[in-house]
Nanobody
Framework: QVQLVESGGGLVQAGGSLRLSCAAS????????MGWYRQAPGKQRELVAT???????NYADSVKGRFTISRDNAKKTVYLQMNSLKPEDTAVYYC???????????????WGQGTQVTVSS
């Protein structure tokens, strides 16, 4: 059974920094793209950043230049370094991974349980 476990959320003042981590565990053959999404109260879940297995990154315009996504393939872990945080970054942040549990299995989407990030003004 695959699990994605996030950590690193919390309360921070505007202008501060946080680093989120998400570790994948369980029966995993390979991990393709990994990413972070967020959902603020009353809003739809939105993409924050993604990273391919080869390290190619993609960011939402709202976080470009402030957030950095990275991954450690050996540890099956993806990170999100968030700098210059703003109150509008307040949301539940979810980790996502597209992975195969065994060879020839379909690539399937998995989600973490979410971690709260609150930025005070």
């Amino acid at each position: 059974q695959v699990q994605l476990v996030e950590s690193g959320g919390g309360l921070v003042q505007a202008g501060g920094s946080l680093r989120l981590s998400c570790a994948a565990s369980g029966t995993i053959f390979s991990i393709n793209a990994m990413g972070w999404y967020r959902q603020a109260p009353g809003k739809q879940r939105e993409l924050v950043a993604t990273i391919s297995s080869g390290g190619r990154t993609n960011y939402a315009d709202s976080v470009k230049g402030r957030f950095t996504i990275s991954r450690d393939n050996a540890k099956k872990t993806v990170y999100l370094q968030m700098n210059s945080l703003k109150p509008e970054d307040t949301a539940v942040y979810y980790c996502n991974a597209d992975l195969q549990v065994v060879l020839y299995a379909p690539v399937t989407d998995y989600w973490g349980q979410g971690t709260q990030v609150t930025v005070s003004s």
